[in-house]
């Protein structure tokens, strides 16, 4: 038996409980989690509002960082010992159109950590072997376990904006995902731009090397942003308000992309003749490919991209998730479980 934090019903308390440890099929290894990140996907579905509701009762997570326990039938590239990382994306098809093109994060046909399949909110997890990320032998479980999903979605958006070095790129909210943001932006040699509403998630940007900060409740980020470098080329939205849109908007340049990763309820009006006019790309990124989470996960490796981490045990997930649902957390919540 294992200790675990099971959804019941949506928007009520996580159930601490013993269930049975599973155990792996064709494919699959069973991971001993040692430490699990909370996101604010965990929240969306504890909260049940996704327009895809989860099938309930399901264990959620899927930051989980572990070593193998147990290696089912048909792997031969992982063993016991090894450390890995479950991260959304459970697996893809391999078959459709967007698989073969490598886009396998918009697979119609895909499993998804801690929603379709049981997650890293427990002492164990099964994975598909195909699927996990190999963690670098240097850094601690709960500092890389919020690369998993954190990480590899905004260095992805990151890659989306097809901004260069030297270029400027606006990353607006410098919560868990922002703040990663910017580490990797610096890395890739772009010039930063941090803009939240809230002081203490500025300070943690421009200690991870912003270049401008803007609180955007005390001036207008759009005017700020093309006053001073004439518009962003690349924009980052990770703040879970539907408010920051409009401004990623008016904040990029001429021909520059705005990326979208943040996932809060409703839509956002679009100008017609600004986008067509200054010819601006609006993209969603959702997640990355197993490429990108190596990539990511690399990069943490060599000391780039690490969280700032608050550490709490499995007891506390309710606590944790009602303090997230508020937007009151700086950096990011791991579960410890070592």
Not at 105 to 132: I, M
Not at 153 to 176: C, D, F, H, M, N
Not at 253 to 266: D, E, I, M
């Amino acid at each position: 038996m294992m200790k675990a934090a099971v959804l019941k019903k949506f928007n009520e308390p996580l159930s601490i409980e013993q269930v049975p440890i599973p155990q792996p099929g064709f494919g699959q290894v069973l991971m001993r989690v040692k430490a699990s990140g909370v996101c604010h996907s965990d929240v969306d579905t504890w909260e049940g509002n996704r327009p895809i509701k989860p099938k309930l009762p399901v264990i959620p997570g899927h930051e989980g960082a572990g070593i193998v326990e147990q290696v089912g039938p048909g792997v031969d590239f992982l063993k016991k010992g090894d450390r890995i990382g479950v991260p959304w994306l459970y697996n893809a098809c391999g078959r459709c159109e967007f698989c073969c093109k490598s886009i396998e994060t918009v697979c119609p046909y895909q499993e998804c950590t801690g929603y379709t399949k049981d997650g890293s909110f427990a002492e164990y997890c099964l994975v598909d072997a195909k699927y996990v990320g190999r963690l670098p032998d240097n850094v601690e479980f709960h500092r890389i376990a919020p690369v998993l999903c954190a990480g590899v979605t905004v260095y992805k958006s990151l890659k989306e904006t097809e901004a260069r070095p030297g270029q400027w790129v606006a990353i607006v909210g410098i919560g868990g995902l922002g703040h990663l943001g910017v580490q990797y932006a610096k890395a890739m040699g772009m010039q930063v731009i941090a803009v939240d509403i809230d002081d203490s998630k500025l300070q943690l940007g421009e200690k991870c090397g912003a270049d401008i900060i803007i609180n955007s409740l005390k001036e207008n980020p759009v005017d700020r942003v093309q006053h001073e470098v004439g518009g962003a080329h690349g924009v980052v939205v990770t703040a879970v308000s539907p408010k920051v849109f409009p401004q990623a908007i008016g904040m990029v340049r001429r021909a520059g992309t705005v990326a979208l990763n943040a996932l809060p309820p409703g839509d956002f009006p679009l100008d017609i003749f600004d986008v067509i006019l200054r010819r601006v790309t609006v993209r969603g990124s959702i997640v990355g490919t197993r490429q990108d989470l190596q990539e990511a996960l690399d990069f943490a490796g060599r000391g780039v991209g690490l969280p700032e981490v608050h550490t709490k045990k499995l007891d506390q997930v309710n606590d944790i998730l009602r303090e997230m649902q508020q937007f009151k957390v700086v950096g990011r919540i791991v579960i410890d479980f070592s």
